[in-house]
């Protein structure tokens, strides 16, 4: 068994500020207990990291690590994703059933994704497969036992939710055992310099192509942006630099992201873009800042931008194509 020495080895999160070594401390605090773990954080925050954290630095890292976003998916199509079917259960039920992402985790760790969007009806489920270690199968009759260790979060006030009846207190009460709070990348912009760099030596190893050097001008770029959309829109923005700066050092121009904050603006926001830029890069500077606030989703973001999905389609199609 993992014991907490061991599991203080390494960082889940990466950075020296003190917001980052207190979510490290609390995650070697409970990693290796069987305790029910809730993470709270705004998107892009790294839940789902500090969610396989938990799982690596416990007995179970042998196990399964299963992982389900349940903002996905539609109530019925989550209950059978998440309890699974018996077969005749619905129409399109496949043969023999299907065992669901509970049995799946049997032995490792659940991990439930943004959890404050559960129905009334799955929270009820939910809480009883909790409290009970097991569960019906969509049109089952007999309970099927489970050893998950469920891990939840969301960027959601569950509290609040549960004081607005949307969230039952008992279920909310039973996730939130012990409860880490993961801050925003402009909480502990200190540690930006450093992620950055890991960062892109890990995009570059996933793109296939050598670590370039993450220039000084670059990273006080970085840093003076507050990032709505946290270390996934910072992943992003650097995927992209490299891909501007064809395997070349980063620079400050290929980081730059609209919305920027500018110091002599009094605080105000506006794009980063001089004005001797098109409108087209305009336009351009101001998608991709919409799609990373939506976290890529192009329908809230062609809705937010006031057009139909197929033109941003079309539209990203075009900037793709300018690249190569």
């Not at 003190?18 to 892009?44: F, K, R, W």
């Not at 489920?125 to 050893?147: I, M, P």
Request: proline fraction near 2%; glycine fraction near 10%; charge should be negative.
């Amino acid at each position: 068994m993992n014991t907490i020495a061991e599991t203080s080895q390494h960082q889940v999160l990466s950075g020296a500020s003190a917001a980052c070594q207190s979510v490290n401390e609390m995650i070697d605090l409970v990693a290796a207990l069987p305790t029910t773990v809730l993470i709270h954080g705004e998107s892009g925050t790294g839940k789902e990291r500090v969610a396989r954290g938990l799982h690596e630095g416990s007995d179970r890292a042998q196990g399964p690590f299963v992982a389900i976003n349940c903002a996905a998916l539609s109530g019925a199509l989550l209950e059978s994703e998440l309890f699974g079917y018996e077969q005749g259960a619905f129409t399109g039920a496949r043969a023999g059933g299907k065992r669901g992402l509970f049995e799946a985790a049997n032995g490792g760790t659940l991990f439930l994704d943004e959890i404050g969007e559960l129905s009334a009806r799955l929270q009820t489920k939910l809480l009883r497969a909790l409290q009970e270690r097991s569960f019906l199968r969509v049109g089952g009759t007999e309970l099927v036992r489970t050893d998950a260790r469920v891990v939840a979060a969301t960027n959601r006030d569950l509290a609040v939710e549960v004081g607005a009846g949307n969230f039952r207190s008992d279920l909310f009460y039973r996730l939130a055992v012990f409860v880490i709070d993961l801050p925003a990348l402009r909480d502990r912009i200190e540690d930006l310099p450093a992620l950055a760099a890991e960062l892109v030596g890990e995009l570059a190893s996933r793109l296939g192509i050598p670590a370039p050097a993450l220039s000084a001008e670059a990273a006080a770029e970085l840093c003076r942006y507050e990032w709505p959309g946290n270390v996934r829109e910072l992943r992003n923005v650097l995927e992209r630099a490299l891909v501007l700066g064809r395997g070349g050092e980063i620079r400050a121009k290929h980081v730059r992201v609209a919305g920027r904050r500018d110091e002599s603006s009094e605080g105000e926001s506006e794009l980063s873009l001089g004005v001797e830029a098109t409108l087209a890069e305009v336009e351009r500077a101001h998608i991709e800042r919409v799609l990373a606030h939506h976290e890529g989703n192009r329908s809230k973001a062609a809705r937010t931008l006031g057009i139909h999905r197929s033109t941003l389609i079309k539209k990203l199609g075009s900037y793709e194509a300018a690249c190569c």
